[in-house]
């Protein structure tokens, strides 16, 4: 067979059972395969960065690897942000683009981005983990399975660069599929896993420490180890707060949930690991952001021990040094966690009054959320919490929700409680504007049974809305909530401190989305009253293609993120 055909049959064979592409002369020999090969399903997206983000929003759902194709040159640059946004949130994508001949690299070729014209390669190092040409047909099958691995193990994108002659080039297809531990290893530092459970023993301060908490991050998920966090908290009653990007990671109704921590966080955990009182504080699976530690607050570090779990140790240490840092898989920590016993039980069995008590109180000071009255206004134009929180209602409990860069981003980290692993999805670090609707295609491709809802601004709308024709195309049933404010909302909030002149730049004129989506080929309703809300919702879930909610919001309403901008002005004060 040639290249091409090696090429998606193996990936057929390691069960990717979906391509993501933008088709073009340079992909050309890719087209056959990926249209006659069992077993693999192939979807055209509007735009090569759609199609990444569709590959990210599958890996992140399905927890294998996720795979977008594009030719080089405009492809390459075009798909630049959607890798570098995978990177940022750790998410294992494999990037392959078609190249130029090897004979004609470097003469004028069109298109020509190969390393003696555009060097595509290079224009991806920076935002992969590893960039690639397969310089030679001997070496398509070993650098394809280098770049899985290093995607599976690394936790990043990967490119390979295939020029035409290597996806013509005569293949033997000798797949042998990559082990589990691949996708999630298993491996532990057990010297340093027991230096950290040690802090918990009766012997180690006399008194052994009581009030701790868990802050999760996403590495959990990537480990799937949340079974093992929720057993490790209900055997010691540990109470568990999570990153955004860890949302749902514990049903948010868990009697030991706080929430989401960081940006856009609850009530409950801001109030609990900024208190003094948190003697240890085990962060697992978070790389400690500027979002996950509420702008570098140092109220969080706790009184005794700082203990950081994370399979990567690269992530250990960036922000604070820890006291009992762990280089681990989340899921082989929490496994030993939840099976101590001796002194160590001991130690955690003692606390357990204490962190309930600790729990009560700080449930006590208030609701979960913050600004919980939002939620029942009337008002016209839409109070964002309102709009929030009467979706929300209409949606089944297992509903996935696909989060965009905006404004809505805090009302819906807020207001959207999420009940299980993988419910909440976003491009968290980097952010970039317009992904959500492609993200929630590819999530919705991977976990066909889950409803899925996307939240975007009109902003976001403007970049990537063109991704509603794909999931028409494909008759992929997406719920479409537009936060049609009028404005990039969240940068409104400081243009309109600048003065006339920078507010007006923030401006988007009216535009009828529904329209827009009917012309795509989805359809869709505005809503004015958030008596409208929950009907629209509940019809676009009944949908066989998606539908989109746009709701006319006011965007004087300031977002619910007090303790960020608390957190924020005391770190300008003092840097």
Not at 38 to 59: I, Q
Not at 159 to 187: F, K
Not at 217 to 242: K, M, N, Q, S, Y
Not at 475 to 480: G, R
Request: with cysteine; charged share 20%.
């Amino acid at each position: 067979m040639d290249g091409a055909t090696c090429v998606v049959s193996s990936l057929a064979a390691e069960g990717v059972d979906h391509l993501f592409m933008v088709p073009g002369g340079l992909n050309d020999p890719f087209m056959p395969p990926m249209t006659e090969t069992e077993g693999v399903r192939t979807v055209v997206a509007a735009h090569e960065a759609g199609a990444a983000y569709m590959a990210d929003g599958y890996a992140r759902a399905s927890g294998r690897l996720g795979v977008a194709f594009g030719i080089g040159g405009p492809g390459v640059t075009n798909i630049v942000t959607a890798l570098a946004a995978a990177r940022a949130d750790r998410s294992a994508l494999l990037a392959i683009s078609g190249e130029v001949a090897t004979g004609t690299e470097g003469r004028g070729a069109f298109q020509d981005g190969s390393g003696a014209a555009l060097d595509d390669v290079s224009v991806l190092r920076p935002v992969t983990a590893r960039s690639l040409s397969v310089n030679s047909p001997a070496n398509l099958q070993p650098y394809l399975r280098a770049a899985a691995l290093t995607a599976l193990r690394e936790r990043a994108p990967v490119h390979l660069s295939i020029p035409l002659d290597v996806q013509r080039s005569e293949q033997l297809v000798d797949w042998t599929p990559l082990p589990e531990a691949a996708y999630r290893p298993l491996a532990i530092d057990r010297e340093a896993t027991d230096a950290a459970l040690s802090v918990f023993s009766m012997d180690a301060h006399g008194q052994p420490a009581a009030n701790v908490i868990i802050l999760a991050g996403p590495g959990v998920r990537h480990a799937r180890a949340e079974a093992a966090l929720i057993a490790a908290a209900e055997r010691f009653d540990i109470p568990i707060a999570t990153t955004l990007s860890g949302k749902g990671l514990v049903p948010e109704d868990h009697p030991l949930s706080l929430g989401v921590f960081g940006y856009g966080g609850s009530r409950w955990a801001s109030e609990a690991i900024l208190d003094p009182a948190v003697e240890v504080l085990v962060v697992i699976g978070s790389g400690l952001s500027q979002r996950d530690t509420l702008n570098w607050d140092p109220k969080m570090l706790p009184a005794r021990e700082l203990v950081h779990v994370e399979a990567d140790p690269a992530l250990i240490g960036r922000t604070w040094p820890s006291s009992r840092p762990v280089t681990a898989s989340p899921r082989a920590f929490l496994e030993l966690l939840t099976s101590v016993d001796g002194s160590i039980a001991a130690g955690l069995e003692s606390g357990r009054s204490a962190r309930q008590a600790f729990l009560g109180d700080v449930r006590g000071r208030g609701p979960h959320a913050y600004e919980a009255e939002d939620t029942t206004r009337d008002t016209e134009p839409m109070h964002p919490a309102r709009f929030v929180t009467e979706a929300r209602a209409a949606c089944p409990r297992e509903t996935v929700l696909s989060v965009d860069s905006g404004a809505h981003r805090a009302w819906c980290s807020q207001y959207w409680p999420s009940y299980g692993s993988g419910d909440y999805v976003s491009l968290a670090n980097l952010a970039p504007m317009g992904g959500a609707i492609p993200l929630g295609i590819g999530a919705k491709i991977a976990r066909p049974e889950r409803p899925i809802v996307v939240a975007t601004g009109d902003g976001c709308m403007l970049m990537h809305g063109m991704e509603l024709h794909t999931a028409a195309r494909y008759s992929i049933p997406l719920v479409i909530l537009v936060f049609d404010n009028h404005s990039y909302g969240n940068i409104w909030y400081r243009a309109k401190e600048m003065g006339a002149g920078p507010e007006a730049l923030t401006d988007i004129p009216g535009l009828s989305w529904p329209e827009f989506a009917r012309a795509m080929g989805a359809d869709g309703v505005a809503v004015s009253h958030p008596g409208e809300v929950g009907e629209a919702v509940a019809h676009g879930l009944t949908q066989s293609k998606p539908f989109l909610v746009s709701a006319r919001i006011d965007k004087h309403y300031p977002t619910p993120i007090a303790p960020w901008r608390q957190a924020v002005a005391e770190w300008e004060d003092s840097h």
